[in-house]
């Protein structure tokens, strides 16, 4: 009887599961690279599992996610698309990462400003604004100041890199958790003068 347990156990049917393949911090879509298929027994399947990557990716992460952590479906949540007009459909996906209190800006950012495009979505950046102050007195040169405009703020997305012609400058899109003041801060010195991001250790 015991070597026929054995044998059923070791015979019984295998389901792939997706598990975590690197750590995933809350609030950040999910990418493939960041899953993987792990072959389990069916008896010990978890309710809510996905049995193909694909499931998977472009959810959002509710909670950080570590390495070898299973994926099921309480843990993630998939945007509902929805048509913009035009037959394209978009997700909610910003909304969902977006933390309660802030709202999602996008700026431009060079390749030496972004930290040679090594900031990640997930990573938590300062934003420094340098900008020229003119004085009304015509004989008094401008004064160029640099300041802190956001702190500790959350890298939502990034986006493609764009290649201005004109002055041969590579620049990507980052958006952020911001909070109102600290968005009308950081649009001010994008339009007015240059963005800076310094990326946290965590």
Do not use: W
């Amino acid at each position: 009887m015991y070597l026929n347990k054995a044998t059923t156990n070791t015979t019984s049917t295998l389901k792939p599961l997706v598990i975590v393949k690197t750590d995933i911090p809350a609030r950040t879509v999910i990418a493939a690279s960041q899953l993987e298929l792990k072959d389990i027994p069916i008896q010990g399947y978890p309710q809510g599992g996905f049995s193909t990557i694909q499931n998977v990716v472009g959810s959002v992460a509710l909670l950080n996610l570590s390495a070898g952590d299973l994926v099921v479906s309480s843990m993630v949540e998939r945007p509902s698309p929805q048509s913009n007009g035009d037959g394209l459909l978009t997700g909610s996906t910003a909304a969902l990462t977006v933390p309660n209190g802030k709202r999602a800006v996008a700026i431009p950012i060079g390749l030496v400003s972004g930290v040679g495009y090594a900031i990640r979505p997930g990573n938590h950046v300062d934003v420094l604004v340098t900008i020229d102050i003119n004085d009304s007195n015509a004989n008094t040169q401008a004064v160029t100041l640099t300041t802190l405009a956001a702190q500790d703020v959350l890298v939502l997305s990034i986006g493609e890199t764009l290649k201005e012609e004109k002055n041969k400058v590579e620049t990507k899109s980052y958006t952020l958790a911001l909070s109102v003041p600290q968005a009308m801060a950081v649009t001010l010195g994008g339009e007015k003068g240059s963005l800076r991001l310094l990326c946290e250790t965590r």
